[in-house]
């Protein structure tokens, strides 16, 4: 770390809302232990067990794997509409019967690189070419699905039984939680370090900040864009294998609407969706109260519309809260 | 800034070196695995029977259009499937298939271009039958026989013929099915367990009905349902969340063969032995699970085959045939299938009905 880098942080983030962060993440955890409460008041047979718990983080790697990605873009002072896409598109080209006939290395090797080269496709339109990220990953969105539903030929396509080591991802459990968990941690610790304790992560605050600093200040802003909306497809790569893992399927319905809860979780995260400020911790929290949102929903046997209505009053709680934290010390 | 500046000149090429070279390599794993198996096999197509007396026998040529919602799901992929390969067996049909399309707005100007068209009869799969009412009403105005697939019209005078499954008929033999087993298990109080596919669409709440009014004879009832949305990833996150609500389980029925194939992955990762599962629809890949002996124990048929169906009737209707096995000289006005199990004993006979999902 150089003098340089510190002042340029400290340009684009002022000292104090980096207090209220840390307040923020006060209010998540607070939300988790209360949910947690009232699942242990409502199922206390089933809720607090081992197989839960490993349950509902089996179920939060995908859409957390998804969110570690997002937070870089929308930090960055973009956002990705495609990545629930990317992912469908990710997992049918892996499980196609060419790519399986190659065996389950090059299914996660051709998922990596698919999400990855359909980022950097995004990254191109956007950087380089100058369209708006809305508009960029929203044509992404569209054209990923088509092409994921032309090349599956709108089929669900299995997994093969000689490439169960895909599947043995979620079914082989290290310390009583399967291997999917494993990747999400990893995935989510590399991702920490790369925003929190590498340059590459203070360009992104300093990008989405200010771009016009940021350019001044010496960061080629447009490559910098391209890296991450590429970090982004990676993480969808990623996603796709943990779904192939978990559904033993490739399809192109895989990853519905995963753009929206994506955002929202980054949202509820703390992170502002202009850029500029955010927190990785932020954004798995908030994943991790929508799982476990959803998981209590179904042990007490009450609808998803119902959960649908529960997770918008969060979005808009903390939201509100968000901006209260914002205004009030100053 | 000045350590980055310093290994600048270096790195990009090193960096540009390794992004050509998973380019490259993306390429060729492009060229390598967009492919998939072309060998496309129309199991209805091979098995069914040719229609009864001389009705087989080439006719007045006729020209039958057709329009389907776009496939998003095994089932509606397979429709259009069958009814394409049901059309090339007859050489005095021309088939006029338009785009199928998810979108109401875009179904009701293909239709109307058939109508202009001027076909002998019109198989209609409506995306909802509410909305499309009107331009079906339209085609039989003009003197065309539309034969409603499945989803049906609200208005008698708006189509000439309905063929379709039974929604509550799949309930109920799913229903009787798991009733009859737990029977001779014993089971006094069991927990059955249903994952329904969207819970809004009326034929979800047909589908529960049946199983529930079926279950009700044995003196069982539902313990638990949750709906899923007819993928397998939803069909894979609910069953895992109710695996865990329910330690305990006796049978359970998944209203969709699709989405069963992430719930059978659910049950098999949270390594659950416990109980027997009941699907619905009939896809081969249920129907090869049952084969082999698993936890789905057997499917409650849906088949789309019905579009070979309501081709066969569109031309017999077109030509002013009956239906030779029935003493009418006219093809009947309504036609619902019967939802058969398919269990381990009769799978094999119906394993080239199932449909790929």
Redo the contacts between chains.
């Keep these: 770390m ?1 003098a ?2 510190t002042d ?1 942080k400290t340009a684009a983030v002022p000292k104090a809302p980096r207090v209220r962060r840390e307040v923020h993440h006060i209010g998540l955890v607070a939300a988790l232990v209360l949910l947690a409460l009232v699942g242990v008041v409502t ?1 206390p ?2 809720f607090a ?1 081992s ?2 718990v490993a ?1 509902i983080l ?2 939060a790697a995908t859409i957390g794997v998804i969110t570690v990605g997002m937070t870089f873009v929308i930090i960055g002072g973009g956002i990705d509409l495609s990545v629930g896409a990317l992912m469908a598109l990710a997992s049918v ?2 499980t ?4 399986q006939s ?1 065996g389950p290395v ?1 299914m996660v ?2 998922a990596l ?2 999400g ?2 359909a980022g950097l496709v995004n990254g191109l339109l956007i950087a380089y070419g100058r369209l708006v990220p809305f508009i960029a990953t929203l044509a992404m969105l569209v054209a990923a699905r088509g092409l994921a ?1 032309r ?8 997994v093969r039984p000689e490439n169960d080591a895909i ?1 043995a991802l ?2 082989t459990k290290v310390l009583g939680l ?1 291997l999917v968990v494993f990747i999400f941690a990893a995935v989510a610790a590399a991702g920490w370090v790369l925003l929190n304790r590498t ?1 590459f992560g203070r360009r992104t605050f300093a990008v989405g900040g200010n771009p016009e600093a940021a350019r001044l ?2 960061i080629d802003v447009r490559r910098h864009t391209l890296m991450s909306y590429a970090l982004s497809g990676l993480c969808c790569g990623v996603a796709a294998i943990i ?1 192939m893992a ?4 490739g ?6 609407l995963y753009e929206l809860d994506a955002i929202a979780a980054v949202i509820i995260g703390g992170t502002l969706l202009t850029g500029g400020r955010g927190t990785l911790a932020g954004s798995i929290l908030g994943v991790l109260v929508f799982t476990l949102i ?2 209590l929903f ?4 009450l ?3 119902d959960q649908l209505i529960a997770k918008g009053a969060i979005i808009v709680v903390a939201v509100l809260l968000q901006r209260r934290g914002l205004r009030a010390p100053t | 800034m000045s350590e980055h500046t310093s290994d600048r000149p270096t790195t990009p090429s090193r960096r540009g070196l390794l992004f050509g070279g998973a380019l490259a390599a993306a390429g060729t794993l492009a060229a390598a695995c967009t492919g998939n198996d072309p060998k496309e096999t129309t199991p209805a197509a091979q098995t069914g029977n040719l229609g009864g007396g001389d009705n087989a026998k080439p006719g007045r040529p006729v020209t039958i259009g057709f329009s389907a919602p776009a496939a998003d799901h095994g089932w509606i992929a397979a429709i259009t499937k069958n009814a394409q390969a049901e059309a090339k067996r007859y050489s005095d049909l021309t088939f006029k298939p338009v785009e199928p399309t998810n979108d109401i707005n875009q179904q009701i100007s293909a239709v109307e271009s058939l109508i202009s068209a001027k076909v002998n009869a019109l198989v209609l799969l409506p995306n909802d039958g509410e909305q499309l009412n009107q331009v079906a009403r339209k085609a039989m105005d003009a003197g065309i026989p539309v034969i409603n697939l499945d989803r049906v019209f609200p208005d008698k005078l708006s189509y000439r013929t309905w063929i379709g499954g039974d929604n509550y008929g799949m309930g109920v033999a799913a229903g009787h099915h798991v009733g009859r087993r737990l029977k001779e298990k014993g089971v006094a109080k069991p927990v059955i367990v249903e994952v329904q596919g969207i819970a809004t669409l009326p034929l979800t709440q047909e589908r529960s009905k049946g199983f529930a009014d079926a279950l009700k004879t044995y003196g069982f009832s539902v313990t638990a349902k949750q709906d899923a949305k007819f993928t397998v990833e939803t069909g894979n996150q609910v069953a895992s969340n109710l695996l865990q609500a329910h330690k305990k389980i006796d049978a359970l029925w998944n209203h969709d063969d699709d989405q069963g194939v992430g719930v059978l992955a659910a049950v098999k990762q949270a390594g659950r032995k416990d109980f027997f599962m009941v699907g619905g629809a009939g896809s081969a890949n249920a129907m090869r699970e049952i084969k082999s002996g698993g936890v789905l124990e057997a499917t409650v048929t849906y088949s789309p085959t019905m579009a070979a169906s309501a081709v066969r009737v569109a031309r017999l209707i077109a030509q002013g045939k009956g239906m030779a096995d029935l003493m009418e000289l006219q093809v009947p006005q309504s036609l619902t299938l019967t939802s058969e199990t398919v269990t381990r004993q009769n799978v094999d006979q119906y394993l080239p009905l199932g449909f790929e999902s």
């Design positions: 150089t340089g880098d340029l199922e047979d089933n067990t197989g839960n349950g089996a179920l080209w892996a196609t019967l060419a790519t190659y090059v090797v051709c690189l698919v990855t080269g539903q090349m599956s030929d709108r089929k669900t396509q299995l599947e979620s079914t399967p340059t200040a010496g779904i978990r559904t033993t399927t399809s192109s319905t895989h990853g519905d959803t998981n179904i042990l007490n046997g609808q998803t519309s």
